[in-house]
């Protein structure tokens, strides 16, 4: 799918998931980055501002999606593009395609599917269980042009009225364009409004947002649903493993999934080579992924859910981030627990 793109620098992931092992599967060929942001800068519901350095690259991710296909290729995988794949589970494995007869046996499978997961459903994942309205964002996004925005700060609004439940950003792409969109959960939604009118409410009449967007024109529009409430509970089968969004890997405080899919992905694909090579257990897969994120997964789950408290009342949600200043919100956005905030954290969670 294309999304924000906005991919944080090696750098930054090292500081973020520091026992992540092989960060080397996040590296992202030169010629896929359209352009590079240097901070973050957060605008609260009544207009405050807080930027911190973060460095992060704003990906092509049409570009960056064919690099990793080519990749994948030139390990002798063969891609099939276009076709609507099932999972029909046996006792060995299972098999995978359009229909039962046109389908191929895999051993070993794993649900790369995203979210919500079909072969995760199949294979007795509770990918059901999971969807629970605080649990899922719909997010939308509109690619703009001929902004005059700043080039090198992404900004995520916290805006209760136009993004109720999550947020709204302007991820600035190079050459005047942007990636402008919100993300919002279903219980925040008071008024009787459609996703898209919301995302005009944001472009036109968020206070800083619409300044900053004037003159800008809508090029195209994507939109999709994304799992926020941390991983599955269990994200592994006798012979499937569920990596990405259909296991739930997206960081729940600031939405980030890409590099936590392409993560997660390796250490499945290393769960399945030991399984092959030494009859390894599947579960190894599950032990990896919570040995090297668990914790930072575990604590942006806490962190959504105690900001859950306040995110419908936008005086209390700006008084919140005052008193919290620049470098407790920075933070939180990355997954930690802010220095003495954590009995507090867990209280309100
Ligand atoms: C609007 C929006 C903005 C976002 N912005 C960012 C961002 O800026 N940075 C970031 O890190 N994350 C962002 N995310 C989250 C990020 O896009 C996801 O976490 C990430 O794409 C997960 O990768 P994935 O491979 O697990 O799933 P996906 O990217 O969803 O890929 C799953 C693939 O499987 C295919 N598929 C599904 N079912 C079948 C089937 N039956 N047969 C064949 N193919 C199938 C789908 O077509 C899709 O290509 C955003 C998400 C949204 C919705």
Redesign the pocket.
């Known amino acids: 799918?294309r999304?924000?793109?906005?991919?944080p620098v090696r750098a930054e992931m090292e500081k973020l998931l520091p026992r992540v092992k092989n960060l080397d599967v996040i590296d992202a060929p030169p010629e896929t980055v359209d352009t590079t942001c240097r901070s973050i800068r957060l605008i609260s519901p009544k207009g405050h501002e807080f930027e911190f350095p973060f460095a992060a690259h704003i990906l092509d991710r049409h570009l960056f999606e064919s690099r990793l296909g080519d990749l994948a290729r030139s390990h002798g995988a063969d891609i099939d593009i276009g076709?609507?794949?099932?999972y029909f589970p046996d006792e060995q494995g299972g098999w995978v395609g359009p229909t039962r007869e046109k389908a191929v046996h895999g051993d070993i499978i794993i649900a790369?599917?995203?979210?919500p997961s079909?072969t995760a459903e199949r294979a007795g994942l509770p990918e059901r269980a999971y969807a629970g309205p605080y649990a899922v964002a719909t997010?939308?996004?509109y690619l703009m042009t001929d902004l005059n925005v700043e080039q090198d700060v992404a900004e995520m609004y916290m805006d209760p009225r136009y993004s109720p439940g999550g947020y709204g950003w302007i991820?600035p792409k190079g050459h005047g364009r942007a990636n402008v969109?919100i993300g919002i959960r279903e219980p925040y939604v008071q008024r009787d409004w459609q996703i898209r009118d919301l995302l005009t409410g944001f472009i036109e009449k968020n206070t800083v947002a619409s300044k900053r967007l004037t003159g800008g024109k809508k090029a195209s529009m994507?939109?999709?649903s994304?799992p926020v409430d941390g991983p599955l509970s269990r994200t592994y089968s006798d012979r499937v493993m569920a990596?990405?969004?259909?296991a739930g890997?997206?960081m729940p405080t600031n939405?980030?999934?890409?590099?936590t899919?392409l993560i997660t992905g390796d250490l499945a694909a290393e769960a399945a080579v030991n399984y092959f090579e030494h009859q390894t257990p599947l579960s190894s897969y599950e032990a990896s992924w919570k040995d090297q994120i668990g914790l930072e997964m575990e604590n942006s789950k806490l962190m959504r859910q105690a900001s859950d408290r306040v995110m419908a009342h936008g005086f209390l949600f700006d008084l919140m981030l005052r008193i919290m200043g620049t470098k407790r919100i920075a933070d939180v956005i990355m997954c930690q627990i802010p220095g003495g905030m954590g009995s507090f954290m867990r209280l309100l969670a």
């Open positions: 799918m999304c924000g793109e906005y991919y076709v609507q794949a099932h790369a599917d995203g979210y079909e997010n939308i996004e991820i969109g994507i939109g999709d994304l990596v990405g969004d259909a890997m997206v939405g980030g999934g890409i590099q899919a």
